[in-house]
């Protein structure tokens, strides 16, 4: 099956569904204090590059990046269950990293939550190295960032 991604200016039912299946995996592992997702009103800013995955016509993946001062973080990284394995993810990460060179920036990082085994494993086999918390994180109380995993990975410009 052909694999295509699509760029959105605007929150489609794609999106939507997708974002809504995310939240629904990661609400049964962490408390809502713990959840740092952005919501689909917020994944549509300027500063943010939002992408939707499509095997044949299916949506099967999304992800967003938000730049910032010096760095872009991941945001809403998400492949459905029987996609998983298939190449999105390792799709989606490498146009990430081709915006993120097209806008100058030499270091990609993200936060993930400590019950997200697969999601850390394919960012660490990606060059993602764990890292210190960083931008908004830093002034979350500490119960709210305990789960929380933060990686970050050197990309050419």
Same mark, same amino acid.
């Given at each position: 099956?052909?694999?295509?991604l699509q760029q959105l200016e =605007?929150?489609?039912? &794609?999106? #939507?569904?997708? +974002?809504?299946?995310?939240?629904?995996?990661? %609400?049964? /592992?962490? =408390?809502?204090?713990?959840?740092?997702?952005? %919501?689909?009103?917020?994944?549509?800013?300027? %500063? +943010?590059?939002?992408?939707?995955?499509?095997? &044949?016509?299916?949506?099967?993946?999304?992800?967003?990046?938000?730049?910032?001062?010096?760095?872009?973080?991941?945001?809403?990284?998400?492949?459905?269950?029987?996609?998983?394995?298939? *190449?999105? /993810?390792?799709?989606?990460?490498?146009?990430?990293?081709?915006? /993120?060179? #097209?806008? *100058?920036?030499?270091?990609?990082?993200?936060?993930?939550?400590? /019950?997200?085994?697969?999601?850390?494993?394919?960012?660490?086999?990606? *060059?993602?190295?764990?890292?210190?918390?960083?931008?908004?994180?830093?002034?979350?109380?500490?119960?709210?960032?305990?789960?929380?995993?933060?990686?970050?990975?050197?990309?050419?410009?």
């Open positions: 099956m052909p694999l295509s =605007s929150p489609t039912d &794609d999106a #939507r569904t997708l +974002i809504t299946e995310l939240d629904a995996e990661l %609400n049964t /592992a962490y =408390s809502p204090a713990q959840r740092h997702g952005f %919501n689909i009103a917020r994944l549509f800013r300027p %500063n +943010i590059i939002f992408l939707l995955a499509y095997l &044949d016509t299916c949506p099967v993946g999304c992800v967003g990046i938000a730049f910032e001062s010096n760095f872009a973080e991941l945001k809403r990284m998400y492949v459905r269950p029987d996609a998983r394995g298939s *190449g999105v /993810a390792q799709a989606l990460l490498a146009r990430l990293e081709t915006e /993120a060179t #097209r806008h *100058g920036i030499t270091r990609l990082k993200l936060e993930t939550g400590d /019950a997200q085994l697969a999601a850390i494993r394919f960012y660490e086999r990606a *060059g993602f190295k764990r890292c210190k918390p960083f931008g908004d994180y830093l002034a979350m109380p500490p119960p709210a960032i305990e789960r929380s995993i933060f990686l970050e990975k050197s990309i050419q410009t």
